[in-house]
């Protein structure tokens, strides 16, 4: 018997993973005689798996290989979902009764000798259409192929490869594969920067943590503090601290005004849905944290579901200036963040894969996996892990420090580009020994001449004008927040008990320093004025 690993994506966090068995078929005469094999597998992707039959348990698939039929059987409890490709919990499965993905029409991209006249393209039936309408989200072809292959890679209207005579700084950033250093620097001269980023409501569960460890006496080498960004999301959010996290020169960034827990919703999302949701939230966040001088410029998708083109054009419309969801494979050298006037320069990794295939004015804040072994010498083939909570082999503080301090080295001794430490609070304050080795592990690195704690405007803005290590004392971009002026905006925020008819039979307490609004702000009603009764 072998084992492999197969994602699951059932419960809240992005990461589950769950080991599935997998049967070697030695004795062919379990398997279909070959001649139906060969049917079974004619044209399918050697990656999908799919059902022999409907009968049984809805836990064994296979899948097709140069050896023949390999199946999977899910563990018991759980059930293989078709669509999602993936084992889940039995309750969530509603395809039991398909053996297959649905097979979509794909259109005819490449010929020996067109076979539509210029400008156009030839759909899966063989009509003819205009090539700027693949892949615009609505279907033009009769079969509708023209919305099926629109990948980073397929798509016809695809950004063009990275041109790095076109693309030139402060307003664009790529390189071929990703790790080339801004302005061309020596590695030794280029200051390492390392983003601490939280994800999620802020409130009185994780405040005490973030005091802690942005304790107002850690400072980078210029003399600044420490500084983190927050990607928060809006229910049970205690807006009076966002506020203080922002007087004190933390980034407040947006994960979305309802964090639904609907994976689709975020990786199919419209248009409308991926407005009303950041720049909703974003709205909520400007009013009842009274952040009024237009910072907040980044999202973070929830469970990190990229919403493809769609997201990207609304946050170009809306001027977001970052996205920080897209993930980048483990790699010998971490990738730089780019921007998206050009193609990605790394495989479309992460949740659902969907990707912007398209040219975007937005930067991408690419989160660089983290290696997770134990032992970096041994060469033991564990996939990377993005979030620090979804790095599951990470059991104790010392297995943690030693994750902190490899996955450093390894940026340091490369390319030094920024390290990402992303956290959810919950998971650094399920154990003591993880904050010690946290603010252990701050602490070491201030220690150094070359090691800064920024947030992700700050790297940015080093990267539109790559400084040398010897002449950042007077980097004036990160001299902006540099110390903390006045007091607190308001030491007893209103508890504002609200309700709204969008959330029915729930009473929802709005911590704020501003006034209370008549209904709890919520999708249809961001500022929570509307469906007033007259």
Same mark, same amino acid.
């Given at each position: 018997m072998r084992f492999f690993m197969l994602k699951l994506v059932a419960t809240a966090s992005e990461d589950d993973t769950l080991h599935a068995r997998v049967k070697r078929q030695d004795d062919d005469s379990d398997n279909p005689e070959v001649g139906s094999i060969e049917e079974?597998?004619?044209? %399918?992707?050697?990656?999908?798996?799919? /059902?022999?039959?409907?009968?049984?348990?809805?836990? $064994?698939?296979? %899948? &097709?290989?140069?050896?023949?039929?390999?199946?999977?059987t899910c563990p018991s409890g759980l059930a293989?979902?078709?669509?999602? =490709?993936?084992? $889940?919990?039995?309750?969530?499965?509603?395809?039991? *009764?398909?053996?297959?993905?649905?097979?979509?029409?794909?259109?005819?991209?490449?010929? *020996? #000798?067109?076979?539509?006249?210029?400008?156009?393209?030839? &759909?899966?039936?063989? @009509?003819?259409?205009?090539?700027?309408?693949?892949?615009?989200?609505?279907? *033009?072809?009769?079969? #509708?192929?023209?919305?099926?292959?629109?990948?980073?890679?397929?798509?016809?209207?695809?950004?063009?490869e990275c041109d790095p005579t076109q693309c030139i700084l402060p307003d664009c950033f790529c390189s071929a594969d990703g790790t080339r250093i801004p302005g061309s620097i020596e590695p030794q001269q280029v200051p390492q920067m390392i983003t601490i980023t939280f994800n999620g409501a802020v409130n009185v569960d994780n405040i005490d943590l973030y005091e802690d460890i942005f304790n107002g006496q850690r400072q980078n080498p210029n003399g600044c503090q420490i500084k983190g960004t927050f990607f928060v999301s809006h229910k049970y959010t205690n807006y009076s601290a966002v506020q203080d996290l922002h007087r004190r020169g933390h980034e407040i960034s947006v994960f979305s005004l309802t964090h639904k827990d609907e994976p689709n919703y975020w990786t199919h999302g419209t248009y409308d849905d991926w407005l009303a949701e950041m720049a909703g939230a974003r709205l909520i966040v400007e009013r009842f944290a009274n952040i009024t001088d237009g910072s907040i410029i980044g999202v973070r998708a929830p469970y990190l579901r990229v919403g493809g083109n769609k997201q990207f054009e609304m946050m170009a419309d809306q001027f977001f200036v970052y996205d920080a969801s897209i993930t980048a494979s483990l790699g010998r050298v971490p990738i730089w963040p780019y921007t998206l006037?050009?193609?990605?320069p790394h495989k479309c990794n992460g949740n659902a894969h969907n990707c912007p295939s398209r040219s975007h004015p937005v930067w991408e804040m690419v989160m660089n996996e983290l290696d997770r072994r134990d032992d970096p010498t041994f060469d033991e083939s564990l996939p990377g892990c993005h979030m620090i909570d979804s790095c599951s082999n990470v059991q104790t503080g010392e297995q943690f420090g030693r994750l902190l301090r490899h996955n450093f080295n390894r940026h340091y001794n490369t390319n030094r580009a920024p390290l990402g430490l992303h956290f959810h609070a919950s998971w650094l304050k399920s154990k003591k020994e993880y904050r010690d080795e946290l603010n252990k592990f701050i602490e070491e690195m201030l220690g150094r001449n070359d090691v800064f704690f920024v947030t992700m405007l700050q790297v940015i803005q080093w990267m539109q004008n790559p400084t040398e290590l010897n002449a950042l004392r007077d980097f004036q971009e990160w001299?902006?927040? &540099? *110390?903390?002026?006045? =007091?607190?905006?308001?030491?007893?925020?209103?508890?504002?008990p609200l309700t709204t008819r969008e959330l029915p039979? @729930?009473?929802? /307490?709005?911590?704020?320093?501003m006034e209370c609004p008549n209904n709890y702000p919520w999708i249809l009603d961001p500022t929570g004025d509307g469906f007033s009764v007259k």
């Open positions: 079974l597998c004619h044209d %399918r992707p050697a990656d999908e798996y799919f /059902r022999l039959t409907t009968e049984g348990d809805c836990r $064994d698939v296979v %899948r &097709c290989t140069r050896a023949g039929l390999k199946q999977i293989f979902d078709i669509e999602k =490709q993936t084992c $889940d919990w039995k309750a969530k499965v509603s395809n039991c *009764d398909k053996k297959e993905k649905p097979r979509k029409v794909l259109p005819i991209l490449k010929t *020996d #000798e067109p076979v539509c006249p210029e400008g156009k393209l030839s &759909c899966g039936n063989g @009509e003819c259409v205009e090539k700027e309408l693949f892949c615009n989200g609505k279907p *033009d072809c009769k079969d #509708e192929s023209d919305e099926n292959a629109c990948t980073v890679d397929l798509d016809p209207n695809r950004a063009p006037y050009f193609r990605m001299k902006e927040k &540099c *110390d903390v002026k006045g =007091q607190a905006y308001c030491s007893l925020p209103n508890a504002c039979g @729930e009473t929802l /307490r709005l911590f704020t320093c």
